[in-house]
C-alpha cells in the first residue's frame, strides 16, 4: 500500500530523469465511487509555484514520482471544481467513519494501484499513521516485534469515510451528507456532538427536513434549541411537522413565546393543533409526555376488516410503534385494547371485540409522569393510554421510552438499547 506522507516532499522526475520539483499534494475526482481515482499531483517548481501533473502523465509514483513525458511536454492538469485535495482537505481534518458511526482525525491517507490508475482506498486514523509522517513507523514496527505486540492497523476504508468541509463545496457536502443522512438518528447526534461548530452547522445545514427531524429526537434539549434556531422559520417548521407531536411539543416548550407562535403559525392547521393541545398540560404530566399519534379502529368489526381499516388510516399510518391498537366507539370512547400479535394470530372470521382487554390500564392526562411510568412498569406495557376522566375520550398514549424520561436522565436513557 501507499500513503500520501510517503509522497509529500518527494522528488517528481521527468522521462529523461530530470529534477522538475517536489510533490506536496494529491487531487482525486469521481468522489462518488468506493475508489476515487488520482486525477492529479500538485507540485512545487524550484521557483516556488505551483504546477499540477494530470495522472495520465505518470508512469509511477512509488519509490520515485517518474513522469511519462520530459518536462518540455508537460500539460498542465485544468481542474473542473470538484476535486478533492488529500493534504489540504482531507489530512489532519475530522471525517466520519460511518461503519463505526464515529467522528475521527485523519492521520494519513491510503492509497493503491487498481488496474492502471492510483486510487484512494481508505483513510488511516490510528497512530502508526503519525508514526509514519513522523519518519518513526519503521523503528516502532521493529520495537513492536521485539515485544510481540504488533502495532494495530486502524484503516477505514474510503467507501466508509464522510468527509466534513466547512466550505461550500456542494459536491463534497453533498456526498459526505447522502453518507450521513442513512444513519439511525441517534448516531448523528452522537456524531454533532463531537464536532466542533462551525463543521456542525456546515453539516446540519444540508441534512433533510426528515433526517433532521430523527436527529432532532434524539438530541438534548439545548442541542435541539441551538439547531432549530438556525435554521429559516419556514423550515423550521417543517422539521417539526415530521417530528412526533409530543417531542415537538418538547422542543417548543424550551423556545421563547413568541418563537413557538411563530412556528405554530407556519406549521400545518392539523399539525399545530395537535402540539397546542400538547402543549395546554403541564410539562410533568402524563399528558405533557404523550403523543397522539396511535393506531386505533371502530368497534364492531371482524378482525379482517380491523386490519384492512388499519391499513387504510393515516392514524395508524403515524404510528410508528404499533404496539397495540385501541377499539374506540363513534364518540372517541376508548371501548377496549388489543395487542397487535394477537390482531394478526386470530382468525379474520372473528370478532375483534372478543379479542380486545375491556378493561385496560389507563392514566388521566392531568397524572404525574411518575405515574405513568409506575403503570407501565408495573403491569409490563408498552404504551399506556391517556384518557379524559370525564368523557373516556382517549386522548393519546405514553410509550415505554417516553415513561424512561420520568425515571432516568436522557443521557442514560439514550444510552440503552432500542427494542422498538
Not at 432532532?216 to 422539521?239: F, G, K, M, R, W
Not at 410539562?283 to 381499516?309: C, K, N, Q, R
Request: charged share 25%; aromatic share 4%.
Amino acid at each position: 500500500m501507499l500513503y500520501l506522507s510517503q509522497l509529500q516532499g518527494k522528488q517528481v522526475w521527468d522521462a529523461w530523469s530530470q529534477p522538475i520539483g517536489k510533490c506536496y499534494d494529491v487531487l482525486v475526482g469521481n468522489l462518488d465511487q468506493p475508489f476515487p481515482p488520482v486525477c492529479a499531483i500538485a507540485m512545487k517548481t524550484a521557483d516556488g509555484e505551483e504546477q499540477l501533473i494530470p495522472a495520465s502523465q505518470l508512469s509511477g509514483l512509488f519509490p520515485s514520482i517518474i513522469l511519462k513525458v520530459p518536462t518540455e511536454e508537460v500539460k498542465p492538469f485544468a481542474p473542473k471544481g470538484d476535486e478533492l485535495r488529500l493534504a489540504s482537505r482531507v489530512l489532519d481534518r475530522q471525517i466520519v467513519d460511518i461503519d463505526g458511526r464515529r467522528v475521527v482525525r485523519v492521520n494519513d491517507v491510503q492509497m493503491a494501484r487498481l488496474h492502471e490508475q492510483f486510487c484512494v482506498t481508505g483513510v488511516d486514523v490510528g497512530g502508526q499513521g503519525l508514526l509514519r509522517r513522523l519518519g518513526l513507523e519503521g523503528m516502532a514496527q521493529g520495537v513492536a516485534m521485539r515485544l510481540k505486540r504488533p502495532l494495530p492497523a486502524q484503516v477505514i476504508p474510503w467507501e466508509d469515510v464522510a468527509p466534513l468541509q466547512t466550505d461550500e463545496d456542494p459536491l463534497r457536502l453533498r456526498i459526505s451528507r447522502d453518507k450521513i443522512s442513512h444513519l439511525p438518528g441517534a448516531d448523528i447526534a452522537a456524531i454533532l456532538n463531537d464536532l466542533d461548530r462551525r463543521t456542525g452547522e456546515a453539516l446540519v445545514r444540508g441534512l433533510d427536513n426528515e433526517t433532521l427531524a430523527d436527529m432532532l429526537e434524539e438530541s438534548p434539549a439545548e442541542v435541539q434549541v441551538n439547531i432549530l434556531s438556525q435554521l429559516p422559520p419556514e423550515q423550521a417548521a417543517d422539521v417539526l411537522e415530521e417530528m412526533g407531536p409530543d417531542e415537538a411539543a418538547d422542543l417548543l416548550a424550551d423556545l421563547p413565546t413568541q418563537t413557538t407562535e411563530q412556528l405554530l403559525e407556519l406549521m400545518e392547521d392539523e399539525d399545530a393543533e395537535d402540539v397546542r393541545a400538547l402543549l395546554a398540560y403541564p410539562e410533568d404530566s402524563a399528558g405533557g409526555i404523550m403523543t397522539t399519534e396511535f393506531a386505533h379502529a371502530p368497534s364492531g368489526l371482524s378482525v379482517g376488516a380491523t386490519l384492512a381499516y388499519l391499513r387504510q388510516s393515516e392514524d395508524a399510518r403515524d404510528d410508528e410503534v404499533m404496539y397495540y391498537v385501541y377499539v374506540l366507539d363513534e364518540t372517541g370512547v376508548l371501548h377496549g385494547v388489543v395487542s397487535l400479535r394477537d390482531l394478526v394470530m386470530a382468525s379474520p372470521a372473528a370478532s375483534t371485540d372478543t379479542l380486545i382487554e375491556t378493561d385496560p390500564v389507563m392514566v388521566s392526562p392531568l397524572a404525574a409522569q411518575h405515574d405513568a411510568a409506575y403503570l407501565i412498569a408495573k403491569y409490563n406495557l408498552l404504551a399506556l393510554p391517556v384518557v379524559e376522566e370525564e368523557s373516556g375520550a382517549m386522548l393519546g398514549i405514553v410509550t415505554v421510552d417516553d415513561a424512561l424520561d420520568a425515571v432516568l436522565p436522557t443521557a442514560w436513557k439514550k444510552r440503552l438499547p432500542r427494542f422498538f
